[in-house]
């Protein structure tokens, strides 16, 4: 029970914080100080409070994909498992519906986008789904690899949860070309750099916030929670792969899990300080690579 509570209360409670390790990392970079670590915490709680305007001209799709996204993000965050304990709902398979609730979050996304009737919206949309395309194969080819290397169709087996020991002699190589794909993935799947920048305000270089920018008050603070929300659940799949063993103590292993986090914001932090976003075009040439990664760690354990 007690581990239940604890992995509830870091899928709920975290996601912002790893939102603003970034961002002080990005300020570290560049030589300033930055917001504090709980600004993203004080945003989302700024918007909730605010009220909204909505145009006429959209629908209930407008006002419900929000909080549908966020619904689809959370229900594929209890199929991951987090630290000490395993997946809060595991079964095999249900990788499948991990990808696919990711899926649903992008389809309500993308609805609310054209339903405001917008061309710039509209824009991003196109911009979302066409890299989408690329990021969904290489994230299953990821889970054949770990499937192979696990010898379970679940997440949580997947990811080595509840101290079932390191992964198999040999493996280092696809497990690494993997977590590479796999963190490229990360990238797409969250707007960051260098496929996207999330802090962008011109148009025509945007993707996901040209989507919601007719969102405002508490419609855009579920959005903003919900990219929170996304990126601690793909980043506990990544912590799980680095991290397959546990001290099989929960004092030890869910600090384990929580540092794990934390650095893997500080990496994507410094990828984000040290290099420039792509040009749209050469996009598709990085999603590709992951999905190459990915397909040739799968190839080198199927032989």
């Known amino acids: 029970m007690i581990d239940t509570i604890v992995h509830v209360a870091l899928l709920v409670l975290l996601p912002p914080l790893l939102l603003g390790v970034i961002n002080k990392t990005k300020a570290a970079f560049a030589g300033r100080v930055g917001a504090p670590f709980v600004q993203p915490y004080r945003d989302i709680v700024k918007l909730l409070r605010k009220g909204m305007v909505v145009s006429r001209t959209t629908t209930w799709v407008f006002r419900a994909a929000p909080v549908v996204t966020l619904a689809a993000v959370l229900a594929a965050g209890v199929l991951v498992p987090a630290g000490y304990a395993p997946a809060l709902v595991s079964f095999a398979g249900d990788f499948v519906l991990f990808a696919y609730l990711l899926g649903l979050a992008r389809f309500m996304t993308t609805s609310a986008a054209l339903d405001t009737g917008s061309a710039f919206e509209g824009m991003g949309a196109s911009r979302e789904v066409s890299f989408a395309v690329l990021t969904e194969p290489a994230m299953f080819f990821g889970f054949l690899v770990l499937a ?47 496929v996207d920048d999330p802090t962008t305000h011109l148009e025509l270089t945007m993707i996901h916030e040209v989507m919601v920018l007719d969102h405002g008050g508490p419609l855009f603070g579920l959005i903003e929670y919900a990219s929170a929300l996304k990126f601690f659940v793909l980043g506990s799949m990544l912590t799980g792969m680095a991290l397959p063993w546990r001290f099989g103590t929960p004092w030890l292993d869910w600090p384990l899990f929580v540092a794990g986090m934390l650095v ?8 984000e300080s040290l290099m420039a976003r792509l040009r749209m075009s050469r996009v598709p040439a990085l999603l590709i690579a992951a999905i190459l990664l990915c397909g040739s760690a799968f190839i080198m354990l199927a032989r």
Do not use: K
Not at 151 to 179: H, N
Not at 264 to 271: K, R, T
């Open 264 to 271: 893997l914001s500080i990496v994507v932090g410094a990828v």
């Open 148 to 194: 192979r290397l696990s010898g379970s169709l679940s997440l949580g087996g997947m990811l080595r949860s509840g101290g079932e020991g390191a992964w198999p002699a040999g493996s280092a190589a696809p497990l690494v070309m993997t977590a590479i794909g796999l963190f490229v993935v990360l990238l797409a799947e969250n707007s960051r750099i260098p």
